[in-house]
């Protein structure tokens, strides 16, 4: 089973609208939640650091589900700069040591 | 504040060549990071260095990657001999300490012929 599992889409929305991905993980003992960005060809930027509070950032909000082992992130009114892979991250500890585990990433593209 | 440099940007060699890359970290940065990003996937971890120690190499292939971080600086990724399917975009990374955000370079394109 893959440590960060996330719908590779591609979510096409027009400009405007509001649109959520859904990432789970498999490992309880997760540290650390963030969301990534990365442009076609470019390298993944952050975006944010998922808290177990929740935390929102202008038009971007990120939720934690620990209970259900899932993070979310929730974009309003999408700009076309928006269009990009989101990619979901999660620090665990599993066998072999603490490490990044990155999903496959979901792709978005914003419609005029 | 500088970013995380890497070179070379693009490199193309035959099979069974071997390829070097080189990153620098940013200034104080205890933690470096390889990944490989395969297109259409997210990275994979080959190996972490913290300081000038690994951390972990589980996912590195032994029989022809190496990695070193000598000085606990800038580290070097070598690949030898290359197969096709080492054709990726390589990507170095550090974060301040593991765990927290990691920053990227711009990667190294290879391309495997």
């Known amino acids: 089973r893959k440590e960060v599992e996330q719908d590779p889409g591609p979510f096409n929305v027009p400009e405007g609208a509001t649109v959520a991905f859904n990432c789970t993980y498999s490992?309880?003992?997760?540290?650390?939640f963030f969301w990534y960005r990365q442009d076609c060809r470019k390298e993944p930027k952050l975006l944010m650091s998922?808290?177990?509070s929740g935390n929102e950032d202008g038009r971007f909000t990120a939720q934690l589900n620990r209970a259900s082992q899932y993070i979310s992130l929730l974009i309003r009114d999408s700009k076309l700069s928006d269009s990009a892979t989101y990619l979901c991250?999660?620090?665990?500890?599993?066998?072999?040591?603490?490490?990044?585990?990155f999903g496959t990433g979901t792709s978005l593209t914003v419609i005029p | 504040e500088a970013g995380v440099a890497q070179s070379p940007r693009y490199k193309i060699i035959e099979k069974r060549q071997s390829v070097a890359f080189w990153c620098n970290p940013i200034?104080?940065?205890?933690?470096l990071y390889w990944y490989q990003q395969i297109l259409g996937q997210g990275p994979k971890l080959l190996i972490q260095?913290?300081?000038?120690?690994?951390?972990?190499d589980s996912q590195l292939p032994k029989d022809r990657f190496s990695a070193e971080r000598l000085k606990g600086v800038d580290s070097t990724l070598k690949i030898q001999p290359a197969k096709l399917e080492d054709s990726a975009v390589y990507l170095c990374?550090?974060?301040?300490?593991?765990?927290?955000?990691?920053?990227f370079g711009d990667g190294t394109r290879l391309s495997i012929l």
């Open positions: 490992n309880s003992a997760s540290q650390s």
């Open positions: 200034s104080g940065h205890a933690t």
């Open positions: 990374a550090s974060s301040f300490q593991g765990g927290q955000p990691q920053h």
């Open positions: 991250v999660v620090y665990a500890n599993p066998d072999t040591g603490n490490q990044f585990y």
């Open positions: 260095f913290q300081n000038n120690g690994v951390v972990d």
């Open positions: 998922v808290y177990s």
